[in-house]
């Protein structure tokens, strides 16, 4: 895949903290299929002192990753543990195809994971599932809509006139796609 100059290829990973790796390890990769790709143990004179952690990577189909740090000491867990907002505005979205959104809604359903940790919300341009993982993380899971083409290019050719009338106040939804 050949990128525009200047901009970044590819998500390389996006990094999180865990209070449990191994409820993480098994949401990640036995519930949602991530393959646990790597698993450093490691310690490094971070941020003025020795840190230990365990920092691990699961596998996206673009070669980007999630990552997660567990710290061995109680206190670097505390001052770097997870600070996630309870919140839906606050998550990570994962392009996928409608089969394998339903496979991974098949295994959240198998995990028992319920309302309100999961659920599904049309929007129109694109069809996301949620779930929440052990950390209270938001995982969204988006098919586009089978025109995502064209709605893509109508937002690009009007996003800074929409965000300029947004911001004026007046809120008026473009979104005609409901």
């Given at each position: 895949?050949?990128g525009?100059?200047g901009?970044?290829?590819r998500l390389?990973?996006?990094?999180?903290?865990t209070?449990d790796?191994?409820?993480?390890?098994?949401?990640?990769?036995?519930v949602?299929g991530?393959?646990?790709?790597?698993?450093w143990s490691?310690s490094d004179?971070l941020f003025?002192?020795?840190?230990t952690?365990?920092?691990?990577?699961f596998g996206?189909?673009d070669?980007g990753?999630?990552?997660?740090?567990?710290?061995?000491?109680?206190?670097d867990?505390a001052?770097?543990?997870?600070?996630m907002?309870p919140?839906?505005?606050?998550?990570?979205?994962?392009?996928?195809?409608r089969?394998?959104?339903?496979?991974i809604?098949a295994?959240?359903a198998k995990a028992?994971?319920?309302?309100p940790?999961?659920y599904?919300l049309e929007?129109?341009y694109?069809r996301?599932?949620?779930?929440?993982?052990?950390?209270?993380m938001i995982v969204?899971f988006?098919?586009?809509?089978?025109d995502a083409e064209?709605?893509?290019?109508?937002r690009l050719?009007?996003?800074?006139q929409?965000?300029?009338r947004?911001?004026?106040g007046d809120h008026?939804s473009?979104?005609?796609y409901r």
């Open positions: 895949m050949t525009k100059a901009l970044p290829q390389h990973h996006t990094a999180y903290v209070t790796m191994e409820k993480t390890r098994r949401f990640y990769e036995d949602i991530l393959p646990l790709l790597a698993a490691e004179q003025g002192k020795l840190r952690y365990c920092h691990t990577f996206l189909a070669g990753a999630l990552a997660f740090f567990q710290f061995a000491n109680a206190d867990q001052e770097f543990g997870p600070k907002p919140s839906p505005f606050h998550h990570i979205a994962l392009k996928v195809d089969q394998t959104q339903d496979a809604s295994r959240i028992g994971i319920r309302e940790q999961t599904i929007h129109g694109c996301s599932l949620y779930v929440e993982d052990p950390n209270g969204e988006v098919v586009d809509h089978p064209k709605i893509n290019a109508d050719a009007d996003a800074h929409t965000l300029k947004w911001l004026a008026t473009n979104n005609t």
